[in-house]
C-alpha cells in the first residue's frame, strides 16, 4: 500500500512541476496560460511532453517558456537564480514525502544546476526534477 501511494504522489508531482502539458494543473496550468498568451514565450501544445520523452526540441523555446512559469510561480527569480523555499512549497502537496523533496532540492538547486543563461537554467531545473521523481 505505501508503495502505490508514494508512486501516486510522485506520479502526480512529474505532472505538476515537469508535467506534461495537457496534464499540468493549478498554478502549473495557470503559469504556462500565461506563458502561452505571450507571443515571446508561446509554445507547440506538445513541447514540453516532447522534451519530457527525450525528444530533441527547440531549447530556447523550452527554457523561455519554463523560465517564464517559474517566475510566475516564483520558483526563479528575474536572474535566474532558483528559489529553493518556494519549490519546496510547490512540490509538497503533489509529492507529500519529505524525503524525495529533499532530494530534489539537493540535486536540482545546487550551483552545479544553475550555470548559463535564465532559460538554460529553467530548463534544467525541469528536467533534474523530471530525473529525481522517475528515480524516487
Known amino acids: 500500500m505505501h508503495n502505490k501511494l508514494l508512486f501516486f504522489c510522485i506520479t502526480t508531482a512529474v505532472i505538476c512541476l515537469g508535467g506534461t502539458q495537457k496534464n499540468l494543473t493549478g498554478e502549473f496550468r495557470k503559469a504556462h496560460e500565461f506563458c502561452q498568451i505571450r ?22 523555446k523550452l527554457g523561455n517558456h519554463l523560465f517564464c512559469m517559474y517566475i510566475k510561480m516564483g520558483i526563479m527569480s528575474r536572474d535566474g537564480s532558483i528559489k529553493a523555499a518556494t519549490l519546496r512549497q510547490q512540490l509538497v502537496e503533489p509529492v507529500k514525502d519529505e524525503a524525495v523533496i529533499d532530494g530534489i532540492l539537493r540535486n536540482c538547486v545546487p550551483s552545479r544546476v544553475q550555470h548559463g543563461t535564465s532559460q538554460e537554467v529553467a530548463a534544467e531545473l525541469f528536467r533534474c526534477v523530471r530525473r529525481n521523481l522517475r528515480n524516487a
Do not use: F, K, N
Open 39 to 60: 507571443s515571446d514565450t508561446r509554445i507547440e501544445e506538445d513541447l514540453m511532453d516532447r522534451a519530457a520523452a527525450g525528444q530533441t526540441v527547440d531549447e530556447y
